[in-house]
């Protein structure tokens, strides 16, 4: 892929995209006669603005100078040129640093996972807190049992960044977190239950229904 030629002569305008939303016209004239590694490395430099003015003096025109492109829209250009292929790969590109530092950190999870002295998965844990505290087993042992086990529960739910909810809490709603909401739909579910068991055991003179 040849990150010398301009922009407008790799993408249309149409198809130039992030996230779905297409730039304005005023944008697309600022970048389009600029070239894939021309855009990385005014962006490196800081003189994208004055390299636009350069390039396409007329664009100033209709727009004052601080209104050609900002952080944002360099941002989102970047990100597009990158995932297109079109970008300077590991140098000056900020999107190619950003996955291998995530790289680097998912291998040093796997590396620590390696090393754990029990080794226990993830879905593991949220399958043993699911069963003792989503679905109630705990109430099952004695009261030593439960003491400890509880701990241990907390313990492992604070690692995974899990709020274990009991019948005295209030539900505080959901954390965007998947295993998290699924353990609290799970709670929230089992205590609409067990309301509505206990309505049913009312009459109309019990102090529920007041």
Same mark, same amino acid.
């Given at each position: ?5 301009p ?14 939303s297409?730039?304005d016209?005023h944008?697309?004239n ?15 430099s ?6 636009i003015?350069?390039?396409?003096p007329k664009?100033?025109?209709?727009q004052p !100078?601080?209104g050609l492109?900002? /952080? ?5 250009v !970047?990100?597009i ?5 079109y970008?300077?790969?590991?140098f ?6 950003y ?9 040093m999870?796997?590396t ?9 998965s ?7 807190i699911d069963? /003792?505290?989503?679905?109630? /087993?705990?109430?099952?042992?004695n ?24 019948e ?11 295993? !998290?909401?699924?353990l ?13 068991d206990i309505n ?11």
């Amino acid at each position: 892929m040849n990150i010398n030629e301009p922009i407008k002569d790799i993408f249309q305008k149409r198809g130039f995209c992030y996230e779905g939303s297409r730039f304005d016209n005023h944008k697309w004239n600022c970048i389009k006669n600029i070239t894939p590694k021309e855009f990385f490395e005014h962006c490196h430099s800081g003189t994208l603005r004055q390299h636009i003015l350069h390039v396409n003096p007329k664009v100033a025109i209709k727009q004052p !100078t601080n209104g050609l492109i900002g /952080f944002h829209s360099e941002t989102k250009v !970047t990100h597009i040129l990158h995932e297109s292929g079109y970008c300077t790969k590991d140098f000056m590109c900020c999107w190619c640093e950003y996955e291998k530092e995530e790289k680097h950190k998912k291998k040093m999870y796997n590396t620590e996972i390696r090393k754990q002295l029990n080794k226990v998965s993830k879905d593991e844990v949220i399958d043993a807190i699911d069963y /003792f505290w989503a679905d109630g /087993f705990i109430e099952e042992l004695n009261y030593d049992q439960k003491h400890y086990v509880e701990i241990l529960l907390k313990a492992a739910a604070n690692k995974y960044r899990i709020k274990l909810y009991d019948e005295n809490d209030r539900f505080a709603g959901y954390t965007g977190d998947r295993d !998290t909401d699924a353990l609290l739909e799970d709670e929230r579910r089992n205590q609409d239950i067990i309301n509505h068991d206990i309505n049913l055991d009312c009459d109309e003179s019990c102090a529920c229904n007041e």
